[in-house]
């Protein structure tokens, strides 16, 4: 599997995410299940928010990483654009890690733009890394204007990782953001990596091709697609044990060239500036 590096840090460039995870109680024990599968089989990244089910998402995570030392796992978790004044991303904080039950999170990310100047949330997250609540901190949602205009700020430099939409039928990240981090080394955080509930993939012959070619699942070939690309941590989701171990098993395989051509035949890469996708 490849490694993601943020900082010292070297990651499995495959993680957990956990959007729409947490609501219902039926589901509760599969989906702490699904993660527990993750960590014991090598991962170590679970991404949340406090906008997931008003926070039952990271209470849910919370629940699942009870019994692993806290320092073999690297936990991300977003503020709301609402929340990012420096007093009110301190009180968020402070309830997101209550409810993950932990006195850090190792990546803070504003989950999108609003109206606080960055300056403002900025400095906040770096008085938050300097109490020792956070360990890094980044951005979500953020296109390559806003990428360049944080640069800009004092401490601006010092973001650690930006976590867009990207998978085979969202490539308009490659335009200009993902080269930009790649080349500056800052982490790519992909979202959404296997185009859920996108149904033009489910009966392409290509991608059927390709699966059949490596006994894959269509979701499989999507998601090893996505982690082709250096320094990128890919954060699919899932509630299902099996489909945990489908995903673990996808970031082992390694596309061929003809393959990759193929697909690009199919679902071209932008070949002019995109509007940012966000879902």
Known sequence: MQQVKFDQ???????????HMGDQVAKRNAEIKALRYGLDHGLRVIDTAEMYGSGRSESLVGAAIQPYSRQDLFIISKFYPQNATKQRMQQSLTASLQRLGTDYLDLYLLHW?????????????EDLKRAGKIRHWGVSNFDQADLLELQQINAGQNLAANEDLYNLGARG???DVLPWQQQRQIPFIAYSPVAQGDKRF????????????????????LLAWTLRQPNLLAIPQT????????????????LTTAELTALDREFPAP?????????
């Open 173 to 175: 990240v490659e335009f």
């Open 202 to 221: 489910n009966n392409n012959a290509v991608v059927q091709a390709v699966a059949a070619a490596h006994n894959l699942s269509t979701q499989q070939v």
């Open 271 to 279: 070949t002019r500036k995109q509007p940012l996708e966000i879902i």
């Open 113 to 125: 733009r609003g109206r606080v100047p960055l300056a403002e949330t900025v400095a906040g997250l």
């Open 9 to 19: 840090v070297q990651l499995p460039a495959l993680g957990m995410g956990t959007w």
């Open 239 to 254: 509630s299902n044990w099996q489909h945990m171990q489908a995903n673990i098993a996808a970031a082992d395989i390694i």
